[in-house]
Structure formats: C-alpha cells, structure tokens
C-alpha cells in the first residue's frame, strides 16, 4: 500500500481495521496546492482497495485544517488558462474544474466511511472537502468559512451542492453569500458538524474511537448504508424505499447476518466475518 503522497500521509491503524488521511503541507496551513487535488483521487484509492482498512478519518498535521485554494500556487500554474480570453481556452479551464472535482467526489463515492477531524482554520476548499465526508466534528476554535464569495469565486468544488442536504438552504445560503466565519459551537448548532471538542487530542481520540466502532460493522451493510442514503438524496421517499428494499433482498442472506441472528438469539455479541 502506497501510503507517502506529496500532499497526503496515510497512517493504517490495523488494530482497528481503520487509517488516518493526513493533509501534510503544515507550513503552508495545508492551503491546497496543485498536488492535492491530483492525488486525492490516488489517495482514497488506496484507501478503498485496502480491505483492511474499513473506515477512515481525515485529519491535518500543523495548526490549520485547511485554509483552502493555494491561490498564489495556482494563479502561477495555471494563470494562462484561468484568464484565456477564447472560447476553446476557457473550455481547458472548465476541464480543469472538473480535474479538481473528482478528488472531492471521490470522499463522497467512497464505501468506506470517512469521518473529518478539523482543528482550527478550515476555508473554502477545506469546507468542499469536510461536506463529503459522513461524519464531521471540530475543536471549539474552529473557524470554518464558505469565503469563495470574498474572492470573487462561486463555489464550484461541491460545497453548495451538498450542504443544503446537511445544514438546510437557509444556513447554507447564508454561509455562501456572506464568505463569514462560524466557530465550532455555531457548526455544531446549525449541524454542520455533531460534535465539538475542548482540544484537538480529544477530538481526533473521539474520531477514532467512532471509526473504530463503524469498522467493527459488517462491511457489506456499512457499505450499503451509504449506498442507499446517496441513492436516495434529492429523490422521492418511495424511490429510497424500493431501492433499500432491493438491496436488503439481494444482500441480507450473508454470513453475517445469519450469524448476527444467531448471536441476538444466544444474547451474544456477534463476531462479524466482514464478508
């Protein structure tokens, strides 16, 4: 397993059939530079064809989360396209776009359960990159903006399309036509995180404790759990239901869950085969 990128570390922890995605630029507050956004897709590819690892939590080394777009680093990289005044050169910058997207899609398309660990700054890009994670929780002094507003940029890594789902329109609005700052309490009212924490230490103790605790899940159900709740996002309730219908009866004869039926009958704490 690959575990050293120039932007990412992973640490597996196989104790609990889990791993940490470190963002690892601290000197640079993890500002997302043109390597982060070509080896995310790499990254939870790793993550994805390990079976040992069943969840994960993404974490940062230094003081900051994230405070979003290098845009120094990209303006020197890729000015000529971002400013290109033709037609088919604005169709390179479109591409580019979507590049950078598929890093953010791939947290969210992700079987495995990702949990955010946010200390500190977490700014634009960082906030794209939390609402595609499962689970969120921050450190009381978080400060987390939607601030693409304040530099003339429409959100365009997936923030304003799936916080609605999370936080609601109105909080979600609200947060991309101002670019303010909320702090961890405020996140935590307006349910964009679920939990807030006096230190960093207890944060990311409580972010492992909580993948430890989904890793000792059945993979296949866990799996399917996110599968049904993407499916059903944005779709009529009838449609979610059929659907969750057809994934129980395709998968509920499994070894687990015979196994999980003969524990309940036993009184017994069910030992899963993570088939």
């Keep these: 397993m690959k575990t050293h990128f120039e932007f990412f570390e992973i640490v597996p922890r196989p104790e609990d059939k889990t791993a940490i995605l470190y963002l690892n630029r601290p000197e640079k507050r993890n500002a997302m530079s043109w390597p982060f956004w070509r080896d995310l897709p790499a ?58 997207q598929k890093g953010i899609n791939a947290v969210y398309d992700s079987p495995k359960p990702s949990i955010a660990a946010i200390q500190k700054h977490c700014i634009g890009g960082g906030l794209d990159l939390i609402s595609a994670c499962d689970i969120r ?32 329109q109105g909080h979600t609005r609200e947060l991309a036509l101002t670019g303010k700052d909320i702090d961890g309490p405020e996140a935590e009212r307006i349910g964009l995180v679920t939990k807030v924490f006096s230190t960093e230490e207890e944060m990311m103790n409580a972010a492992l404790a909580t993948a430890k605790e989904i890793a000792e899940n059945p993979k296949i159900v866990v799996s399917g759990i996110k599968d049904v709740m993407r499916y059903s996002e944005g779709k009529p309730l009838d449609a979610g239901l059929n659907y969750v219908a057809l994934w129980n009866s395709s998968f509920l004869d499994s070894a687990d869950f015979r196994g999980a039926m003969q524990s309940f009958r036993e009184r017994k704490r069910p030992v899963y085969n993570q088939s």
């Design 137 to 168: 929780y921050a450190t009381v002094d978080a400060s987390i903006s939607l601030r693409e507003a304040k530099v003339a940029i429409v959100a365009d890594m997936g923030s304003i399309n799936r916080l609605p789902s999370i936080i609601g």
């Design 43 to 100: 990254t939870i590819e790793e993550i994805n064809s390990n079976p040992d690892i069943h969840s994960f939590v993404i974490a940062a080394r230094g003081k900051s989360f994230s405070t979003g777009l290098d845009l120094d680093s990209f303006i020197q990289q890729f000015g000529d396209v971002i400013q290109a005044p033709l037609g088919s050169d604005r169709r390179k910058f479109f591409d580019l776009i979507l590049k950078m």
